[in-house]
């Protein structure tokens, strides 16, 4: 019998039990335990993918928490938290020889003993395991045999952002320039990019799509997501869904409007300017220094294909966090009237919601799960946002 579950397969950790760093960029509050209460008892996570487990740190907190039993491994891969369970993962950055630039990536593992595993090997290839997101000083095809060989996943990560991404700085035109098309389980597309967006790319055909939050701080968690078709929620499952296999099957990707994203549009590195696709320089300030969009970058590297593969719907929607007016104490009310944030975004009708909070916000709430909120672009490292005069009309 198969059933529904939600996933969100990027998921940083900012910061060990002891307070050590691990993301340094992420909040302090992001610990391992933290991020699982959240992803259960908040968001309504089904499946999570922890990425930053390579942290001998973190290696450990994760046997502690077996031991004491409150995580529970299971026969098919992954480990159990209460209604969650963990893929644990790395994002790992390859700069190597055939590399235009720094490209991160991820690797998910199905137990503990296979993590530390890739965790010791990669020790010898990094000066420090213990930060997210490290350079490996290997060869990205090298990285993809080992992953392969321990029996893990392998998913270039936010693919198309300007900086540290398989398209947007790592590659000229094609993956083959880099790695193995063969040993490659899906693709990542990032905050900026959706389905559509990409449909042109014809080396993406043969790989599905995950979207996912790339959380630095536990109120980003579950801002991209998926919707898979399993049977059970496990890594065995997992690896089925982002193959197609056996009736398993990603069934709709969850994720903000691309203009949204803080590297849709082509912008001024120095003052910020919205530039054209095509500007060379700043109109404003005459700075050569321009930031490519994600948007300019899909055009290159598009071309027309008539018969494209079929896939699920890239639903647009705004997280909750974003919406003007839904401040931190109505979120609460709504939490403990319905349970999850996922319960809001999915099964909740607007009249349920009405009950809770005024009509305004209700079908603020409405319009933003299902894409109808107006949108002011983003880019160059900042984020569109909701314009309210044009969602109060």
């Known amino acids: 019998m198969f059933k529904e579950y939600y996933a969100d397969l990027h998921i940083h950790i900012g910061r060990t039990l002891s307070g050590r760093a691990v993301k340094i960029t992420g909040s302090r509050n992001l610990t391992f335990a933290r991020i699982l209460e959240t992803a259960s008892a908040r968001k309504g996570l089904d499946i999570i993918g922890i990425i930053d487990c390579q942290s001998p740190d973190v290696i450990e907190e994760m046997s502690n928490m077996i031991e004491q039993g409150e995580l529970e491994e299971l026969a098919e891969g992954g480990l159990r938290f209460q209604k969650t369970i963990v893929i644990p993962g790395s994002e790992i950055e390859i700069y190597d020889s055939n590399c235009q630039g720094p490209i991160h990536v991820l690797a998910y593992f199905p137990t503990l003993m296979k ?118 929620p496990n890594f065995s499952e997992l690896k089925k869904a982002l193959h197609e296999w056996e009736g398993r099957t990603i069934v709709a990707n969850y994720g903000l409007n691309p203009l949204l994203g803080k590297y849709h549009q082509t912008v001024c590195a120095k003052c910020g ?36 593969r079929e896939r699920p719907p890239y639903i647009h929607q705004v997280p909750l966090e974003f919406i003007p007016g839904l401040g931190p104490k109505t979120m609460e009310r709504l939490i403990e009237a319905f349970g999850t944030e996922m319960a809001i975004l999915h099964r909740v009708t607007v009249e349920q919601l009405e009950q809770i909070v005024p009509h305004k916000i209700a079908k603020m709430i409405d319009l933003a799960r299902t894409g109808q909120l107006g949108i002011a672009v983003g880019g160059g490292g900042v984020y569109g946002k909701v314009e309210i005069e044009q969602n109060n009309n």
């Open 273 to 308: 300017e919205q530039l054209k696709t095509d500007a060379t320089s700043c109109t404003v300030c005459d700075s050569k220094q321009i930031i490519k969009g994600v948007a300019t970058r899909i055009k290159e590297l598009s071309e027309p294909i008539v018969h494209g």
């Open 115 to 232: 993590m530390k595993e890739f965790s010791d090997w990669m020790h010898k290839h990094m000066k420090n395991i213990h930060l997210s997101s490290q350079r490996i000083y290997c060869d990205g095809r090298t990285l993809q045999q080992k992953v392969y060989e321990i029996g893990g996943l392998f998913i270039p990560a936010h693919v198309f952002t300007p900086f540290k991404s398989l398209f947007g700085k790592g590659v000229h035109r094609s993956m083959m320039e880099v790695f193995d098309p063969q040993l490659i389980d899906a693709i990542e597309l990032g905050l900026s990019s959706d389905t559509e967006m990409v449909s042109g790319i014809r080396e993406l055909q043969q790989y599905t799509f995950v979207t996912n939050s790339d959380a630095h701080s536990l109120g980003k968690i579950a801002r991209e997501y998926q919707k898979l078709r399993l049977k059970q």
